[in-house]
């Protein structure tokens, strides 16, 4: 839901700006949903009711269609389950705009998406009252079990040979639309390559989970662009066609979906309901399952936390305590997101690593403490020496402090406040 309340702003005021004159269709190369914590078939309770929020923002809001990567399965497949689709799909319309053409159901139970989705726009300026075709392919890479080889079976779907799959589909598409763009969760030289055994491929909008904005490349025909993995920025681009409705030529750029752009209402109240929805899922869910009270850090883990630290460092901890760093999960706490993963990893020690679980099974880990920079100390209060703990900086900030997460962050001002 990251962003949606911007997204719709911007695409408001662009349609205003063009006095409607320009046809915009909303896309998705896929990522949509979280897999996260996905085991046994199941997703947590707090992420289902976090994709479900997904499914109703872009059905809200009218996405045009959404690839479906192989991240999305765990959740396509109680979208797709055929018992009670219909009252489903009613019910969030969005649903029926998710295509893939390389995936299928393992068994009967559920629903194949659709391969393509053909969408038609109506021009005003180059050819004024003229109808044009865009056929829309999604396509997506297995889960990645190694550097070189990918799951073909995943949550219940099977995911075919994207190459196979695309030399069969596009050319069907190509014969119902003037244009055609695939919409593809891959690497970059799988992109490339699609793009090279396909002369029918207008365009490649292709999604990965590295967040860099490359310019578009060009392949015979086809130009591959790349979507941001997060949505902090928006991807805009943009077709100049010749009079006869041909492609002249295609510009990408990014929107920063940053203050600078205000929120729209409508969207606004979903995303905090969303919000608020998550949170209260997540509090039921630990007051069914309570933990103990919090205890010093297990012996299990390789986290002790900034306490211990402060037994040989209470210069270094005094220094720290002042800092932003020792309040991180509080910034968190003002917009509702302490229980969304993907914030806490970069707001807690040792996340995924043995340490931080939860702001109620380990409260002494939340934060960004000593070892959140200076790697687990266990071993080092055990026995300790010298050479514990060197951090290269700036290197090991931007872990965190990446332009997406922290866009004003200036290591030349920033250390000063930190520096021990």
Not at 53 to 78: C, M, R, T
Not at 86 to 108: G, T, V, W
Not at 182 to 194: C, E, G, T
Request: aromatic fraction near 10%; include cysteine; hydrophobic fraction near 35%.
């Amino acid at each position: 839901m990251g962003g949606l309340a911007r997204r719709v702003s911007y695409i408001k005021a662009f349609q205003h700006r063009s006095n409607m004159e320009v046809p915009t269709l909303f896309v998705d190369a896929g990522n949509l949903f979280t897999d996260d914590r996905f085991a046994g078939d199941h997703l947590p309770a707090e992420v289902m009711t976090k994709n479900q929020w997904v499914v109703k923002g872009y059905s809200d809001f009218h996405q045009d269609v959404a690839n479906i990567s192989f991240n999305d399965l765990p959740y396509i497949a109680e979208l797709f389950k055929k018992d009670g689709y219909e009252k489903r799909l009613q019910e969030y319309p969005f649903i029926d705009r998710l295509i893939s053409a390389n995936l299928e159901p393992a068994d009967d139970t559920r629903r194949a998406p659709q391969p393509y989705l053909i969408r038609e726009v109506t021009l005003s300026r180059t050819a004024p009252g003229k109808k044009l075709r865009i056929a829309f392919v999604g396509l997506t890479e297995g889960k990645p079990t190694s550097p070189n080889q990918h799951e073909s079976l995943y949550a219940g779907f099977r995911i075919n040979d994207v190459f196979e799959t695309a030399k069969r589909v596009i050319p069907e598409a190509k014969k119902k639309a003037d244009m055609v763009v695939v919409l593809a969760y891959m690497s970059q030289d799988m992109a490339q390559r699609l793009a090279s055994e396909n002369p029918d491929i207008d365009t490649l909008i292709v999604a990965r989970q590295m967040s860099l904005m490359n310019d578009p490349e060009h392949f015979g025909r086809a130009t591959i662009t790349y979507a941001f993995n997060q949505t902090k920025y928006l991807g805009e681009l943009r077709y100049y066609l010749r009079s006869d409705s041909t492609i002249e030529n295609q510009i990408n750029r990014y929107v920063a979906l940053d203050a600078d752009l205000p929120d729209d209402p409508q969207a606004s109240e979903i995303v905090t309901a969303a919000h608020n929805d998550f949170t209260n899922v997540q509090k039921a869910s630990m007051d069914a399952n309570p933990a103990p009270a919090a205890q010093p850090a297990s012996q299990d883990s390789p986290f002790v936390g900034a306490s211990t630290c402060m037994n040989c460092h209470a210069t270094q901890y005094a220094v720290w305590e002042k800092s932003g760093h020792a309040h991180a999960m509080a910034t968190l706490e003002r917009k509702s997101q302490q229980f969304d993963n993907e914030c806490v990893r970069c707001h807690v020690v040792g996340f995924n690593k043995g340490g931080f679980q939860s702001l109620i099974s380990t409260p002494q880990l939340a934060n960004v403490q000593c070892e959140a920079c200076h790697g687990p100390g266990r071993e080092h209060v055990a026995a300790p020496a010298k050479g514990f703990g060197f951090m290269a900086t700036p290197t090991g900030c931007v872990q965190c402090h990446t332009l997406t997460n922290s866009p004003d962050f200036n290591f030349a001002t920033y250390w000063p406040k930190i520096k021990h």
